[in-house]
């Protein structure tokens, strides 16, 4: 135990240690700040980089000469198909292109199995008497939230720094016919950063499940969104699962949102042939075609996969700065305090902070007493539930950098004062 650590303080210490920091506390109150680490947002610094979309596309002939300005292609500009199927590890003919947002595909997914079951079911999935997603906490919010709204039980297992945990996800779905699915963010996860190694993604392909049409939603929703010069590669989701013969077991998703522009890029849908024609099937219901002309507003934007790779440097050189100040902040105030972890990762939009069990929520209140909103504490447990009322998921993209600057010492000085307060109510 290092003598810095609070639980190592005299309750006379403690008490003093207390009284610090709500001075500290209020001085930040006199500073009526007004700041918001909540949502994963670009920057408009970040917005800017794609300004040039609002100029395109040249012209409105594909590749293949149709006019994208008309009804048709379902499946999404082929083009732009290439360039992303490079990206995300398939082949062009396993991989659609829609709308602006991939939370929309996962929904059009889980209801298309609910009404129609999936494309290797027995039957619709609202057949079931019950039906439950295995989820990896901490986890994404959106989430969790679309299986509320559909009606979906969650189970959670550990999120690893390896991925989703393959031995407590292995155990659940082997005997419980009810467990359908389960969510999978591999690369860069909101919020824990983590990256699912290739075994682990091995494992999750191969498992044996009760649900003969067990589906991993693999939400790459950050695959190449890197902080730092090695371009982690994500794991080869679809050949594992080929190669263990459950080829239909995964549905990936992936977006522009945070590449291009988040309220106006393009989503896309990956999977074996036979789930990409399930999917066209029940969307030819909906919809004639997407919006080609974004399509192609992207195509001449990004030219190929390395326009892509190349872009998303520009990202790096905005976004990293932020991170590493919320990393030196973190550092100089909580380091050898036992009272906090946090993640330290090389990729996406979140630093995921493990506070003191039981002042997750008072440091949020505390927080937004002096003017910095942070996500709700729980946010990233199915219901709002965090069991231990431990963790926050800090999002320090959007505000410039003065601000993560401001923001993080308001963080650094409620976790402070909220394990003290925790640690001396027992004296
Ligand atoms: N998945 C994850 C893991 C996310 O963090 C986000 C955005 N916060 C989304 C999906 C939403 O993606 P889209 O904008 O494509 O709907």
Known sequence: MSSSELSALSPADLTTFVATQRTAYDALKAKELKLDLTRGKPSAAQLDLSEELLSLPNGH???????????????????????????????????????????????????????????DSERPWSQEETIKFVCPVPGYDRHFALLESLGIEMVTVPMTDDGPDPVATAALVKDDPSIKGMWIVPTYANPAGSVCTQEVAAALTSMPTAAPD????????????????????????????TA?????????????????????????????????????????KSSIGPDKVNHLRHVQFFKDAAGVRAHMDKHRAIIAPKFAEVQRALTDGLEGRGIAEWTKPAGGYFVSLDVLDGTASRVVELAKGVGVALTPAGASFPHGDDPRDRNIRLAPTMPPLSEVAAAMEVVVTCVLLAAGEKLTSGL
């Open 61 to 119: 002939t594909s590749a293949a000469g149709t006019d994208v300005r008309n009804y048709g292609g379902l499946e999404g500009l082929p083009e732009l198909r290439e360039i992303f199927a490079e990206l995300l590890g398939v082949e062009p003919s396993q991989i659609i292109a829609g709308g602006n947002a991939s939370l929309t595909l996962m929904s059009n997914t889980l209801i298309n199995a609910l009404l129609h079951g999936a494309v």
């Open 214 to 241: 067990f589906k991993i939603f693999w939400d790459n929703a950050y695959a190449l969104h890197h902080l730092t010069a090695a371009e982690t590669k994500s794991a080869d989701v679809l050949s594992l699962a």
């Open 244 to 284: 263990a013969g459950n080829p239909h077991r995964p549905v990936i998703f992936a977006s522009t949102s945070k590449i291009t522009f988040a309220g106006s890029g393009v989503a896309f849908l990956a999977g074996s042939v036979d789930t990409i024609a399930w999917y066209l099937k029940h969307l030819s």
